[in-house]
Structures are given as structure tokens and as C-alpha cells.
């Protein structure tokens, strides 16, 4: 995040909830990068996420009057974040294709030529289950508040992250033999 | 020896007492295969928050605000017309009471604001409408698609964001109408209003004559 806006950080929230052009700019240039990442690491591609990029700070730039200061900005913001990018999903209705990844042989433990790294396997996860994991186990998000996010069950958010921990282990190498 | 599942192994990581917590605990104290799970587990959430932080290849800020420029527009041309119709029902209701009959004395009170209040009224509604044609105009030269340099962006901006701050004392007026001296407030609004408008206009029309568009 930008230092000279957190120095800076009331003065600037309050002349963005006048609407004040150069403020609302002022938070684009110091949340950019978070949102962008919480974004491309929930959506397939970087341009889904660019538009959520853009979506988010729409959406910050109408309601940031309605931002009371209860939480932080930031975890404001990146529930913004997180809703407008789970909603990309749902629109896009992306195919989860780790389905498919449980027909794939696993990789023997000792195969390290062909061991991923966990970069490539967290990309190789299906859309619902990836953003489960990013959102619980990096944001820190509940499974109650991703339930809610994702207009599922406490119980659905609980099993997409084991089922998704299950093939990290095995993706990565790091089942334990028998 | 029955080993804990991904689910089990997960519950020990969740703040406070899941079903079955106690005893997966136990479980894992007593079994080193399963503590060396939830050793890895924890190493791999320790991974992930470590990933790089991505960033955007490039800047959205101006589709970002060329996008609110344009809802602010759209919003201010509807409230526009709302205020529009609202004033043309008071001049109406002014009307009435003008020529409604002349032998109660309510009617005659009525007559004498109507009187007193009618020119501020039809001057605000004037204004209002030479407003309305600048709006029109503005929106037939519809700036957010061409292309204006910073300089001139920058100006067209400034000019904006003063007509919204106008236009949010024009609301906040319109809902005190018992305050004295509210016509008088309003109109001076109004004018400030499509001052503001003109020289938007003129630095959109000046822009686009100096670039021969």
C-alpha cells in the first residue's frame, strides 16, 4: 500500500466521500495492487480479474459514502473484492475443472521432476475450490462469511477446502506413504 | 490406527472447539504421522499467504473514473428533471391559490404569497431550464467518448465536481422549505449551477474548435 497514504489516510477518506476525484484516485493508487491479487487468485484469467479490478473501485467510488469506519478500509474494500470476483465466477459459470483432476494418475511421491510447485497447483484447482482456499486460509475469511459470500453452506466452504488441501498434498508431493 | 481426515485436520485449525476437536487433538498427540500432517498443513497455509503479490499490467483508474463521470452525469440529469417537475407543480399550486376565490381570507393570504413568492419562482424555473438546454447540450457533444488532453480534463473535472457539490446543496435545500429567504437561497443555487455548466460547455466546445473536431 502507498506510505503517503497511509499517513495520510483520514483526510483523504473524507474528501473521497465528498466525491473529491484527486481522493478517490488517491485509494485506487494505494489498493490497486491488493485487489488486483485477491482477484487473480479467485479468477482464471488476468483480464476477469482487471475487470474486477475495475469493478471494485466503481462500486468503492459510488458507496464510499456508505462506509461508516466500523472495520478497516481494506477489509471493506476486499469484500468488494471478493463478492464482485465470486460473482465473475458465477457469470462465467467456468467448468471446475478439478473434476476432471481426479482422473489424472497420481504423482508418486519420489517424482520430483514432475512436482509442482504450489503457484502451478493452487492455478491447477477449480475455480470454486481455489477461491475457497485463497479466501479462508490467506484472507482469513470464516467458512460462515465465505458461506455467505458464495450464497452456500458453512458445510460446502468446509468441504470444497478439504477436498481442495487433499489434492494440494497430492499435487505437490507430500502424501505420506502408507 | 484409524488417521484423521483432511476435515479433521482442518477442524484443529479453526478458532474455538469444533465437534470432535478434543479428541482429534489427542489423536494427534499420540500419532506422529498425523502431527506430521498438520505440520505440512500448516507449512502449506504458510506457503500460500507467502505467494507473491500480483499486480495489474496496466492502470484502470481512467475506465474507472470516465465510468463514474458518466453515472454522475446520467444521475444529474435525471435529478435535473425531477426538480424540474416538482417546481412546475409549484408554480402550478401557486396558480391555483392565485385563482381560486377572492371572498375568504385564506384565499387572499394566498394571493399575496403568491404574489411575493412568483417572480423568485418563475425566475428559479428560467434558470432551471437554461440549465436543461446546457445539460442537452453537453450531452449531445457527449464528452466522456472523445479524446481531450490532460489540461483540459483536468479543468472539465474541477467544473464537475463543483456542480455535484451544487447539486447536493440543491437537494439538502429542497428539503428545508420552511427556511426564510428559501426561493432566494435556491436561486442563487440554480444560478451558481448553470454558471458552472456554461463554462463546462465552453471548455468542451473550445477543446474540440482548437483541435478542428
Known sequence: MDPSFVADADAVLARARTGDAAALESLYRAFEGPVYNVARRICRTTEDAEDVVQETFYEVCRSIGSFRGDGSLWGWIRTITASKALMRLRRNKYRDTDELDDQVTPMRREDTALRMDLEAALERLGETSRAVVWLHDVEGYTHEEIATMMGKTVSFSKSQLARAHARLRRWLGEEVPA | ?213
Open chain 2, 1 to 213: 490406527m484409524t488417521h484423521l481426515t483432511m476435515d479433521q485436520l482442518l477442524s484443529l485449525r479453526e478458532p474455538g472447539s469444533e465437534p470432535g476437536a478434543a479428541a482429534a487433538r489427542e489423536h494427534v498427540e499420540a500419532c506422529p504421522q498425523c502431527a506430521a500432517e498438520l505440520d505440512r498443513l500448516h507449512q502449506r497455509v504458510a506457503r500460500l499467504r507467502a505467494l507473491p503479490t500480483l499486480r495489474p499490467s496496466r492502470n484502470h483508474w481512467q475506465a474507472v473514473e470516465l465510468r463514474r463521470r458518466r453515472d454522475i452525469r446520467r444521475r444529474r440529469m435525471r435529478w435535473g428533471g425531477a426538480v424540474g417537475l416538482a417546481l412546475a407543480a409549484s408554480l402550478a399550486g401557486i396558480t391555483l391559490a392565485g385563482s381560486g376565490a377572492p371572498d375568504t381570507a385564506g384565499a387572499a393570504v394566498s394571493a399575496s404569497v403568491a404574489s411575493a413568492e412568483a417572480p423568485a419562482v418563475s425566475e428559479i424555473s428560467a434558470v432551471r431550464q437554461r440549465s436543461q438546454a446546457l445539460e442537452a447540450m453537453l450531452n449531445v457533444y457527449d464528452p466522456e467518448n472523445r479524446v481531450i488532453d490532460g489540461h483540459t480534463a483536468r479543468v472539465a473535472q474541477a467544473l464537475e465536481d463543483r456542480i455535484a457539490r451544487v447539486d447536493e446543496e440543491l437537494q439538502s435545500t429542497g428539503l428545508e422549505q420552511d427556511v426564510p429567504d428559501h426561493d432566494a437561497e435556491v436561486l442563487q443555487l440554480w444560478r451558481e449551477r448553470v454558471g458552472l455548466l456554461d463554462a463546462l460547455v465552453d471548455v468542451h466546445v473550445t477543446h474540440a474548435s482548437n483541435v478542428g473536431l
